[in-house]
């Protein structure tokens, strides 16, 4: 079994191919093995009233009730709900108890085992957020990274390969209470190489595994962004600029600076160097391309500057973040836009 390196240019390719591969081997096993999905693993999805979080479960059980609440106004039984969704280790009961002590639902008193359920007010407010929550592209992806990189973790933390689009079928696999989609899933691969959190498997069908860079993360506990972005020591960055194909030479990821203004340069530095990596993919004109990458070669000469100036770092930083938003949705555009956004944010803390 080859492990091989993964050319950032070619990325978004493989991730996209892995996921298709894979996609077919998982809608094989899916014909000859329907999957049973427990709901134990808690996936943070956004406030509800009462200042908790709901679990994975609990916020496709509020979405399943407010379904219900458009065909009956009446309760629903919380068993029906652990039936169709085939997660029968839940005990009904106790996800009821879980959402009534947030005030979200109301329970009809029985004597029985069966136990019914209806939403508060403060239920339907917590939906709206949920659904509210499910169009936040950049919160999907962010809680796509994190779910898939602890499940991979908790799956294979051995670095044994493993078929990504299992994740798919895992309990792990919702953001407020909907799918995470196939899409998602690519971009978080693409997103997750990048940083050299994962790594191509020469297998057939192509596999994936956690790196030792990625088991760190994990074990420091945090976020995949926090680790992304954390600042690193002890890197020589070369202070090289975009050449005629717009590529920026040295180690962006690991550069860090300080000086006597209290501006960490570090992101805008790795964000110039994104874009001359990126710069020859993006669906732009060569006009567009030229100036874009004048500006982060604008960029970059203020973040390496002996003391880089707020003002100046913020303008470039923007400029870019408005032309990648230009150029579309494409998985290079967007992370462009997330680290401009990060760099942005960091001015202000």
């Known amino acids: 079994m080859a492990r091989s390196g993964i050319n950032k240019r070619d990325i978004d390719k493989w991730a996209r191919n ?24 808690e996936a943070n999805t ?12 609990l916020a496709r059980l509020l979405m399943w009730l407010d379904d219900r609440t458009k065909l009956n106004s009446g309760y629903a039984d919380v068993a029906a709900f652990v039936g169709e969704h085939q997660i029968e280790d839940e ?7 879980q ?7 109301q329970i009809l008193p029985s004597a029985g085992r069966r136990t019914h359920i209806r939403l508060t007010d403060a239920g339907h407010v917590a939906v709206r957020q949920l659904k509210e929550l499910q169009k936040d592209r950049a919160a ?6 994190d779910a898939f990189h602890r499940w991979l973790f908790d799956t294979a933390g051995d670095q044994t390969p493993v078929d990504p689009a299992l994740f798919l079928t ?55 962004q926090d680790h992304v972005n954390q600042p690193r020591t002890g890197t020589t960055y070369n202070n090289y600029m975009p050449n005629a194909k717009g590529v920026i030479m040295g180690d962006q990821q690991n550069f860090t600076q300080f000086n006597n203004g209290g501006v960490d340069p570090t992101p805008f530095a790795q964000l110039a160097g994104y874009i001359g990596q990126v710069s020859t993919t993006l669906d732009m004109s060569d006009e567009d391309r030229v ?10 000469a203020e973040a390496t500057s002996q003391n880089p100036e707020p003002g100046r770092l913020r303008q470039f930083a923007t400029q870019i973040k ?24 960091a001015l202000t803390q």
């Open 46 to 57: 956004g406030a509800v009233p009462g200042g908790e979080v709901t679990s994975g479960c």
């Open 99 to 105: 959402l009534d002590q947030h005030g979200l639902v």
């Open 170 to 224: 895992s309990p792990a696999a919702y953001f407020a209470g909907s799918d995470i989609t196939g899409t998602e899933l690519h971009e978080t691969l693409a997103y997750l190489a990048q940083y050299q959190l994962i790594e191509h498997i020469d297998t057939d069908p192509a596999a994936i595994a956690i790196t030792p860079r990625g088991v760190n993360c994990a074990l420091a506990g945090g976020t995949v």
């Open 322 to 345: 408005d032309r990648l938003l230009e150029t579309g949705t494409t998985i290079a555009a967007t992370m462009g836009v997330q680290m401009a956004d990060q760099a942005l944010t």
């Open 18 to 41: 892995l996921v298709k591969e894979t996609n077919k081997s998982l809608e094989r096993e899916q014909r000859r093995n329907p999957p049973r999905i427990s709901a134990q693993i």
């Open 140 to 145: 999907r992806l962010r809680h796509t990274m």
């Open 291 to 300: 100036e874009l990458e004048r500006v982060a070669e604008d960029l970059h």
């Open 91 to 97: 005990d009904p009961r106790v996800l009821a108890l």
